[in-house]
């Protein structure tokens, strides 16, 4: 690929995070990120390139009791076309759907897509609204140990995360939505399966004589990182959704953004998109 100190391709986890532990390690599952930051020179030579591909415990979705487990070499294709998950986590393969061109979807990875945090990360917000955890492996005297971070805590800046040198991302959790539960993602740019979003938005709860319960409203591209916006779903919550509430609640939302200017989009463009869309898919999420 280009001039790292050496390549290493491990078959088991144990091995990954031995090598981990031994410090100054590049991670490799399906590249579409990382060939980007090669090909910009954003990146340390004297790293190992560690791929991941091998790792076949790393590459499942399992339904459990009371959660979903995705691992992190399940591809955004696995994701979109696996059967049980369309049924019971059908937001998921809504926004993976719109995820990039086939080819991408072909390689990416969900953990390669939490891991790199943009703010504008597709399948971020949508995983924001099902209230999805990530379990971090390293290496400890008794082996292999795990902690488990929820997403919403996960991201600490662009590029960021709490995953720590030493640690690989092995899962993600999703626990069962209560019944009952609705949810839509949205996601705005110029080709909207294509490009980077310039705006992404996601809402859901369950719908209750004019109530939306439990709400859950998360945005990206918007902010550093992409968040739960947490002054939004205290409005949702506080009175019946008509019409004007909905046009009230938009203009909350649109205050509680912290957009930049950039290539895609203005700052000031960005929060007219999210007042605009925060009507149109809370609309969508109280007439389903």
Same mark, same amino acid.
């Given at each position: 690929m /280009? ?8 078959? /088991? ?21 990382? !060939?980007l =930051?090669?090909?910009? #020179?954003?990146y ?7 791929? @991941? ?5 790393? =590459?499942? @979705? ?6 979903? &487990? ?5 591809? @955004?294709?696995?994701?979109r076309? %696996?059967?049980?998950?369309?049924i019971? !986590?059908?937001?998921? #393969? &809504? $926004? ?15 953990? #390669? ?9 597709? !399948?971020? *917000? ?14 400890? +005297? +008794?082996?292999? $140990? ?7 805590d996960?991201?600490v ?5 709490q ?8 899962? *993600? ?5 209560? &019944? ?9 740019g110029?080709?909207?399966?294509? %490009?980077?979003? /310039? *705006? ?19 945005? #990206? ?6 968040? !739960? ?35 895609? $989009? /203005? $700052?000031?463009?960005?929060? &007219? ?16």
């Amino acid at each position: 690929m /280009t001039n790292f100190k050496s390549y290493l391709a491990p078959a /088991t986890l144990d091995e990954a995070v031995d090598q981990l532990n031994q410090g100054n390690v590049t991670v490799l599952a399906g590249g579409s990120d990382l !060939m980007l =930051r090669v090909g910009a #020179g954003n990146y340390d030579p004297s790293h190992t390139l560690m791929n @991941i591909l091998k790792i076949n415990e790393l =590459r499942n @979705i399992s339904f459990e009791d009371n959660e979903v &487990q995705i691992g992190t070499l399940t591809t @955004i294709t696995e994701i979109r076309e %696996d059967p049980e998950l369309s049924i019971k !986590m059908p937001l998921l #393969g &809504q $926004a993976a759907d719109q995820f990039a061109s086939m080819q991408i979807r072909n390689v990416g990875t969900i953990g #390669g897509n939490i891991c790199n945090a943009s703010p504008a990360g597709d !399948m971020l *917000v949508p995983l924001l609204l099902l209230d999805a955890a990530v379990e971090l492996a390293r290496q400890s +005297d +008794d082996g292999v $140990a795990s902690r488990r971070v929820a997403l919403k805590d996960f991201f600490v800046g662009p590029g960021k995360t709490q995953c720590q040198s030493n640690e690989l991302l092995t899962r *993600v959790s999703i626990p069962f939505s209560k &019944q009952g539960f609705r949810a839509r993602f949205y996601k705005f740019g110029t080709r909207p399966a294509l %490009d980077i979003s /310039t *705006v992404s938005i996601g809402i859901g709860g369950i719908f209750n004589n004019g109530y939306l319960q439990a709400p859950r409203v998360a945005f #990206g591209a918007v902010a550093p990182v992409p968040f !739960m916006a947490l002054k939004t779903m205290k409005a949702i919550e506080q009175s019946p959704l008509d019409s004007e509430r909905i046009k009230e609640i938009a203009e909350i939302a649109r205050d509680e953004i912290k957009p930049i200017d950039d290539v895609r $989009a /203005t $700052a000031w463009y960005r929060k &007219q998109l999210v007042h605009n869309l925060t009507i149109k898919v809370l609309s969508d999420v109280t007439d389903a």
